[in-house]
């Protein structure tokens, strides 16, 4: 049987994604993807980036199983096995990475997530080593579009704890951990790339 799951929108996203990685990646290095997911981004985009360890998580088994079905199905050699990874846990089987992506996870997990991504991004990235998070944020002095409030409220109805993350928010956690916002990127479907490097 075929563990392979599918999230449409990744279609969509994997190559405006895949080029802000290309500007804001390491060549050489470990890449930790937090929050994994179907497994589909890491099996498109790590064949694409070849110098670098591609280190897939999910705190999920499903998913785990879905990565994994996924690095069967693609050539990609340096795709490395995934591994289970809850982004709150304080806890991290890892401790060091060349630069982190965490895509389409910010919104659908309790705010712990996020408070864990940041903090594990300040322990284990190198100075000026990428933080690259991608997904639907609330941006201050920015109109949000209808679609994105509807998104938010589904959300909400779904899990109190989920919902689009104003980014200042976002912003003022990884200035805590020591890493700086440095770049925007408007993405289709009203998504946004935001690029944090460590101090």
């Given at each position: ?63 785990l199983a879905s990565i994994a079905a ?5 050539a990609a050699s340096r795709l490395l ?41 300040g322990r284990l990235l190198p100075v ?72």
């Open positions: 049987m075929d563990a392979r799951r599918f999230a449409p929108a990744t279609l969509r996203n994997r190559d405006p994604i895949g080029a802000v990685l290309a500007d804001e990646l390491p060549e050489q290095g470990t890449l930790l993807e937090v929050a994994a997911g179907t497994g589909e981004h890491a099996a498109y985009l790590a064949p694409r980036f070849p110098g670098l360890a591609w280190q897939p998580t999910d705190p999920d088994e499903d998913a996924w690095r069967d199905a693609t096995a995934p591994l289970k990874l809850d982004a709150a846990s304080a806890d991290w089987p890892f401790t060091s990475a060349d630069a982190m992506l965490c895509v389409n996870m910010i919104h659908i997990s309790p705010p712990g997530a996020t408070v864990g991504l940041m903090a594990g991004a000026g080593g990428p933080l690259i998070v991608y997904g639907p944020f609330l941006e201050p002095e920015v109109v949000t579009a209808p679609s994105n409030l509807e998104f938010d409220a589904s959300l909400k109805a779904r899990n109190p704890e989920w919902g689009l993350r104003n980014m200042d928010w976002v912003d003022a956690l990884a200035a805590a951990n020591g890493l700086q916002r440095t770049r925007r990127v408007q993405m289709p479907a009203n998504n946004l790339t935001l690029v944090y490097r460590k101090l």
